[in-house]
């Protein structure tokens, strides 16, 4: 029995024991004796019940400790399963963090890479452009391509020689009966050393373009041969197009002006991209109208043929209808023929004389 049972147990006793010794000075030693048998049995009814009831309280104490030390390990084994997943979690995380810097820095050294790959080509072809026939070909190479992507190869020629002055012009285009000169040769050297310089090098730039433009206007422009009273000034690139147009020349005016005043009109690849892309329109237009003239031809001369069939329709029908008369008359005559016949079967004399059975056919 547990503690706070023997202490009720000795306050029960001791409560009892005073009782006794009070009613000692009073009470018959007989009554003394059934007085101590009845509270004998009080207190034994007393400690079994106190002792009933505590352990009752004890088995509820031991059965709720159980229950709580079961929740206890269950948190705990909860907060374990948490603990082991929030760990896998994290490690999770590291390995995707760990793999994605590692597509990083293999991505950086391939932009690296690439850069110095960039950085390689760009030195091999500023050596590769480092002369002004290298820079021309490449010109003649561009415009070349660009004839091929707008136009039909039957509508260009690369290399032109005019027969009246042996010049050699790099691209005629074709436009009917007329021919388009352009020229690819730009003076890009002097473009060159205006970057390198600066604008002290824009009047020897100016200098040089128009010097072309007028090469070009000599040599290209000859109406006498077919061609346009204008030529085109093929410049193969943007950015030296458009410091062409920037350029100012206190004598000439600007630069653009100044081309254009020879008949010689600058293209930069967008825009002369454009000028073949109306080209090809007219091309298309001329081919339209050259198959709507051959049409017009076969109609005419489907009509000469309906003309003549119609004829030969008439005569046919004058035949048969004349074919006709013939048969119907050559019809009488023959049932005239065949009641002459019949006549002189029978022995009657015939109505009319033979000969006037079957004249002559009328001519």
Same mark, same amino acid.
């Given at each position: 029995?547990?503690?706070?049972?023997?202490?009720?147990?000795?306050?029960?006793?001791?409560?009892?024991?005073?009782?006794?010794?009070?009613?000692?000075?009073?009470?018959?030693?007989?009554?003394?004796?059934?007085?101590?048998?009845?509270?004998?049995?009080?207190?034994?009814?007393?400690?079994?019940?106190v002792g009933s009831q505590m352990n009752h309280l004890v088995?509820?104490?031991?059965?709720?400790?159980?229950?709580?030390?079961?929740?206890?390990?269950?948190?705990?084994?909860? #907060?374990?399963?948490?603990?082991?997943?929030?760990?896998?979690?994290?490690?999770?995380?590291?390995?995707?963090?760990?793999?994605?810097?590692?597509?990083?820095?293999?991505?950086?050294?391939?932009?690296?890479?690439?850069?110095?790959?960039?950085?390689?080509?760009?030195?091999?072809?500023?050596?590769?452009?480092?002369?002004?026939?290298?820079?021309?070909?490449?010109?003649?190479?561009?415009?070349?391509?660009?004839?091929?992507?707008?136009?039909?190869?039957?509508?260009?020629?690369?290399?032109?020689?005019?027969?009246?002055?042996?010049?050699?012009?790099?691209?005629?285009?074709?436009?009917?009966?007329?021919?388009?000169?352009?020229?690819?040769?730009?003076?890009?050297?002097?473009?060159?050393?205006?970057?390198?310089?600066?604008?002290?090098?824009?009047?020897?730039?100016?200098?040089?373009?128009?010097?072309?433009?007028? #090469?070009i206007a000599d040599k290209y422009i000859l109406p006498a041969?077919?061609?346009?009273?204008?030529?085109?000034?093929?410049?193969?690139?943007?950015?030296?197009?458009?410091?062409?147009?920037?350029?100012?020349?206190?004598?000439?005016?600007?630069?653009?002006?100044?081309?254009?005043?020879?008949?010689?009109?600058?293209?930069?690849?967008?825009?002369?991209?454009?000028?073949?892309?109306?080209?090809?329109?007219?091309?298309?237009?001329?081919?339209?109208?050259?198959?709507?003239?051959?049409?017009?031809a076969c109609l005419s001369g489907l009509v000469r043929q309906?003309?003549?069939?119609?004829?030969?329709?008439?005569?046919?029908?004058?035949?048969?209808?004349?074919?006709?008369?013939?048969?119907?008359?050559?019809?009488?005559?023959?049932?005239?023929?065949?009641?002459?016949?019949?006549?002189? #079967?029978?022995?009657?004399?015939?109505?009319?004389?033979?000969?006037?059975?079957?004249?002559?056919?009328?001519?």
């Amino acid at each position: 029995m547990s503690g706070p049972v023997w202490l009720a147990v000795g306050a029960i006793a001791i409560g009892v024991a005073a009782a006794i010794a009070w009613f000692a000075g009073r009470r018959s030693d007989a009554q003394l004796s059934s007085l101590r048998q009845e509270v004998q049995t009080t207190i034994a009814s007393q400690a079994q019940a106190v002792g009933s009831q505590m352990n009752h309280l004890v088995q509820t104490v031991t059965a709720q400790l159980g229950q709580v030390r079961q929740e206890l390990h269950s948190g705990v084994a909860a #907060s374990g399963k948490l603990a082991s997943d929030a760990q896998t979690a994290i490690a999770q995380q590291l390995q995707a963090s760990n793999e994605a810097i590692r597509r990083i820095s293999q991505q950086i050294g391939e932009v690296q890479q690439a850069g110095r790959d960039l950085s390689q080509t760009t030195q091999t072809l500023q050596t590769v452009l480092g002369g002004a026939k290298t820079r021309g070909i490449l010109g003649e190479i561009a415009l070349e391509r660009m004839l091929e992507d707008a136009l039909p190869r039957s509508a260009y020629d690369t290399q032109f020689r005019f027969a009246s002055t042996g010049a050699v012009v790099d691209a005629i285009v074709r436009t009917g009966e007329h021919l388009l000169p352009i020229d690819s040769k730009f003076p890009l050297e002097a473009y060159r050393r205006l970057v390198e310089t600066g604008e002290e090098s824009r009047r020897e730039f100016s200098q040089a373009v128009r010097k072309h433009a007028d #090469s070009i206007a000599d040599k290209y422009i000859l109406p006498a041969e077919c061609t346009y009273d204008f030529a085109l000034m093929f410049v193969p690139s943007e950015g030296v197009f458009y410091e062409l147009l920037m350029t100012h020349d206190s004598k000439s005016g600007m630069l653009d002006e100044y081309c254009r005043s020879k008949r010689v009109f600058p293209v930069s690849p967008n825009t002369i991209y454009v000028v073949l892309s109306a080209v090809a329109v007219s091309l298309k237009e001329q081919k339209v109208a050259e198959n709507a003239r051959h049409l017009l031809a076969c109609l005419s001369g489907l009509v000469r043929q309906l003309e003549n069939v119609a004829d030969m329709h008439a005569r046919l029908g004058s035949h048969l209808r004349h074919s006709q008369q013939t048969y119907e008359e050559v019809t009488t005559r023959l049932d005239r023929a065949r009641n002459f016949l019949e006549q002189m #079967s029978e022995g009657a004399a015939p109505e009319e004389a033979p000969r006037t059975l079957f004249p002559m056919p009328r001519e």
